[in-house]
């Protein structure tokens, strides 16, 4: 992947964002729902600060990943990953790496110190907590059973 862009979410880059989030077959239905939910907010409430898109896009302008940060309510300096995502066609080829060291960029520029990013502990999300661990995101905490019956909570935190 040569010529990337990471910009801001545009209103356009819904519908593939959401087959993206469902190509990538690990989220439920209603966890793609509030993938949706989000952007909608994204694109339609002006002037909203709790969540921040962008958008990854290739050479072609094809959408191909996207991460959604936001401010962590009462807190001063953490910051909530909410949700990061890439195409399944270009997975292992940096656009994650790219995405998250863009979103942690951001996260310092608004004078942020610490992330929190939840997944899943189910066997699917090896890969995704792989991934958190490469990055040097620490493991926090661990609970069992927490979305349904052998699904459980892991949360992770890097300081930036």
Same mark, same amino acid.
């Given at each position: 992947?040569?010529?990337m862009?990471?910009?801001?979410? &545009?209103?356009?880059?819904? &519908? ?6 469902? #190509? ?5 239905? /209603?966890?793609?729902a =509030?993938?949706? /939910? $989000?952007?909608?907010? =994204?694109? !339609?409430? !002006?002037?909203?600060?709790?969540? =921040? ?5 290739? /050479?072609?302008?094809?959408?191909? +990943? @996207? ?8 807190? %001063?300096?953490?910051? *909530? ?10 997975? +292992?080829?940096g656009?994650?790496?790219?995405? $998250?060291?863009?979103?942690? %960029? @951001?996260?310092? &520029?608004?004078? +942020?110190? $610490? ?7 189910? !066997? ?11 990055h040097?995101?620490? %493991? #926090?905490?661990?609970? %069992? *059973? ?5 699904? +459980?909570? =892991? ?6």
């Amino acid at each position: 992947m040569s010529a990337m862009a990471i910009r801001p979410f &545009q209103k356009e880059d819904l &519908q593939s964002l959401v087959a993206l989030v469902e #190509a990538t077959q690990v989220f439920r239905e /209603e966890e793609v729902a =509030v993938a949706r /939910e $989000l952007m909608e907010i =994204v694109a !339609e409430v !002006e002037d909203q600060k709790d969540y =921040v898109i962008a958008t990854y896009v290739d /050479e072609k302008n094809t959408v191909r +990943g @996207y991460y959604c940060v936001g401010h962590t309510p009462m807190t %001063e300096t953490t910051y *909530d990953l909410y949700w990061i995502a890439v195409d399944p066609q270009v997975h +292992g080829k940096g656009v994650g790496k790219q995405l $998250l060291h863009h979103c942690e %960029e @951001y996260v310092r &520029q608004q004078g +942020g110190k $610490l992330i929190i990013a939840e997944t899943s502990s189910m !066997e699917k999300y090896n890969k995704t907590r792989l991934f958190y661990e490469h990055h040097h995101y620490t %493991e #926090a905490s661990r609970i %069992e *059973d927490y979305y349904a019956p052998g699904d +459980g909570l =892991v949360v992770y935190f890097k300081y930036i």
